[in-house]
């Protein structure tokens, strides 16, 4: 899987050199060409040209090694920027990154719901107020936005507690379009669990194989999917819908219940705020004893709904990692991985491989990470698709 080198390729050639640099971290020009397969002197070129366009900076130089004092080559950190936006339940969240996704700045407004018009501005404001967080230079280096979002949140009034007349706009409204629209930047949707899932592989530790389930617990659990080392989206952009997966108990319709009246996080922020404790108070240093038997309440009654839930998608796809991340203080979602551990031994699973099951690394900002990410990803990776650290692009002919 190598670069070529004539001069066909050289967009795709430059990707490969940042991408390389991105994965290892400051190279030489020798280095570079041996993990890209150019030559020595098209790497020269490529970087040079890097160098010229303000996405590279030069190191000094390293002496005291066998052979010829070495250049470092490295990112630069304000060669490119993008921003990030995620509309849930209760806040819209936006930030500025930097080419490495280190964040530069951020926006947030709480909200009682994401109520269509009103997020859309709030979120459309604080494009426009991040980007004039830069020069007038570096504004053009911005690669575009980033939405993350639930999808089809309009059908999902009964579980946020509002009257479906105040979301259904959601089911005409085209978010990335009133977006690029008013900041004049390409813009992306994306489902925010697949947006999380996308920030644990470019950024966390959780995802090292390539093939992966990865459950987000926030206001509703999600997933993201990965095969063959990419981050899966579907036809329709939802692969990982395990919030809709029915449930062995009936809701009131008398149909199945879903996944997500249970085992979302928004039915344990209710539950705590009937107990007197606001969400935000978990991640304390301790949460106090009232939150710990609130939350553990909570977690006994759903533990093995989100088990059996893995054990079906076990069941399709032959996943190596099972990773469980989201909007609980570190201590509870290593807890949760604990116990789904345990709960998995109470199933037959004659016919399945269990996989390794760690705990994301990201957390609470992975949405609005990985919406963030993408446009950078798209704009400079040989393959916008490959996401999984270590491995490969695939390679043009030469």
Same mark, same amino acid.
């Given at each position: 899987?190598?670069?070529?080198?004539?001069?066909?390729?050289?967009?795709?050639? %430059?990707?490969?050199?940042?991408?390389?640099?991105?994965? #290892?971290?400051? +190279?030489?020009? $020798? =280095?570079? /060409? &041996?993990?890209? *397969?150019?030559?020595?002197?098209?790497?020269?070129?490529?970087?040079?040209?890097?160098?010229?366009?303000?996405?590279?900076?030069?190191?000094?130089?390293?002496?005291?090694?066998?052979?010829?004092?070495?250049?470092?080559?490295?990112?630069?950190?304000?060669?490119?920027?993008?921003?990030?936006?995620?509309?849930?339940?209760?806040?819209?969240?936006?930030?500025?990154?930097?080419?490495?996704?280190?964040?530069?700045?951020?926006?947030?407004?709480?909200?009682?719901?994401?109520?269509?018009?009103?997020?859309? %501005?709030?979120?459309?404001?604080?494009?426009?107020?991040? #980007?004039?967080? +830069?020069?007038? $230079? =570096?504004? /053009? &280096?911005?690669? *575009?936005?980033?939405?993350?979002?639930?999808?089809?949140?309009?059908?999902?009034?009964?579980?946020?507690?509002?009257?479906?007349?105040?979301?259904?706009?959601?089911?005409?409204?085209?978010?990335?379009?009133?977006?690029?629209?008013?900041?004049?930047?390409?813009?992306?949707?994306?489902?925010?669990?697949?947006?999380?899932?996308?920030?644990?592989?470019?950024?966390?530790?959780?995802?090292?194989?390539?093939?992966?389930?990865?459950?987000?617990?926030?206001?509703?659990?999600?997933?993201?999917?990965?095969?063959?080392?990419?981050?899966?989206?579907?036809?329709?952009?939802?692969?990982?819908?395990?919030?809709?997966?029915?449930?062995?108990?009936?809701?009131?319709?008398?149909?199945?219940?879903?996944?997500?009246?249970?085992?979302?996080?928004?039915?344990?922020?209710?539950?705590?705020?009937?107990?007197?404790?606001?969400?935000?108070?978990?991640?304390?240093?301790?949460?106090?004893?009232?939150?710990?038997?609130?939350?553990?309440?909570?977690?006994?009654?759903?533990?093995?709904?989100?088990?059996?839930?893995?054990?079906?998608?076990?069941?399709?796809?032959?996943?190596?990692?099972?990773?469980?991340?989201?909007?609980?203080?570190?201590?509870?979602?290593?807890?949760?991985?604990?116990?789904?551990?345990?709960?998995?031994?109470?199933?037959?699973?004659?016919?399945?491989?269990?996989?390794?099951?760690?705990?994301?690394?990201?957390?609470?900002?992975?949405?609005?990470?990985?919406?963030?990410?993408?446009?950078?990803?798209?704009?400079?990776?040989?393959?916008?698709?490959?996401?999984?650290?270590?491995?490969?692009?695939?390679?043009?002919?030469?």
């Amino acid at each position: 899987m190598r670069g070529g080198n004539t001069v066909g390729l050289r967009a795709y050639n %430059e990707r490969l050199v940042i991408d390389a640099i991105l994965r #290892a971290g400051p +190279l030489s020009k $020798a =280095e570079i /060409a &041996r993990a890209t *397969g150019l030559s020595g002197q098209a790497a020269k070129v490529i970087v040079t040209s890097l160098l010229d366009d303000g996405l590279l900076l030069q190191g000094e130089k390293i002496r005291g090694q066998v052979g010829q004092p070495s250049t470092p080559n490295m990112i630069n950190p304000r060669g490119a920027f993008s921003i990030g936006v995620k509309i849930g339940r209760s806040s819209t969240d936006a930030i500025l990154v930097d080419f490495t996704g280190a964040v530069v700045a951020r926006r947030q407004k709480p909200h009682a719901a994401p109520i269509p018009d009103e997020a859309l %501005e709030t979120a459309c404001r604080y494009v426009e107020a991040l #980007a004039a967080e +830069l020069g007038e $230079a =570096e504004r /053009a &280096r911005i690669c *575009g936005v980033g939405l993350a979002m639930p999808s089809d949140i309009e059908l999902w009034s009964d579980e946020l507690g509002v009257a479906p007349e105040r979301l259904e706009g959601w089911g005409t409204l085209d978010p990335a379009a009133v977006i690029g629209a008013r900041s004049a930047l390409s813009t992306v949707v994306l489902n925010d669990a697949t947006a999380a899932c996308a920030a644990e592989m470019m950024l966390g530790d959780g995802i090292t194989r390539s093939s992966a389930l990865y459950l987000y617990l926030g206001a509703f659990i999600g997933a993201g999917i990965v095969i063959d080392g990419r981050l899966y989206q579907g036809a329709a952009g939802n692969a990982g819908a395990i919030a809709s997966m029915p449930t062995c108990t009936a809701a009131a319709s008398g149909r199945p219940a879903q996944l997500v009246g249970t085992a979302s996080v928004i039915a344990l922020e209710r539950a705590l705020s009937d107990a007197g404790i606001r969400f935000e108070t978990v991640f304390d240093a301790e949460p106090t004893p009232e939150a710990e038997a609130v939350y553990r309440a909570w977690r006994d009654e759903n533990i093995d709904g989100i088990a059996r839930a893995i054990v079906s998608a076990l069941a399709i796809l032959d996943f190596e990692t099972v990773v469980i991340d989201g909007v609980l203080p570190p201590q509870w979602r290593r807890d949760i991985v604990r116990q789904v551990r345990t709960a998995l031994t109470r199933f037959d699973l004659r016919g399945i491989v269990v996989p390794q099951l760690v705990t994301g690394s990201v957390g609470p900002p992975a949405r609005v990470l990985g919406a963030a990410l993408m446009p950078l990803r798209v704009r400079f990776s040989p393959d916008p698709k490959l996401l999984v650290a270590g491995r490969k692009p695939a390679a043009a002919g030469a």
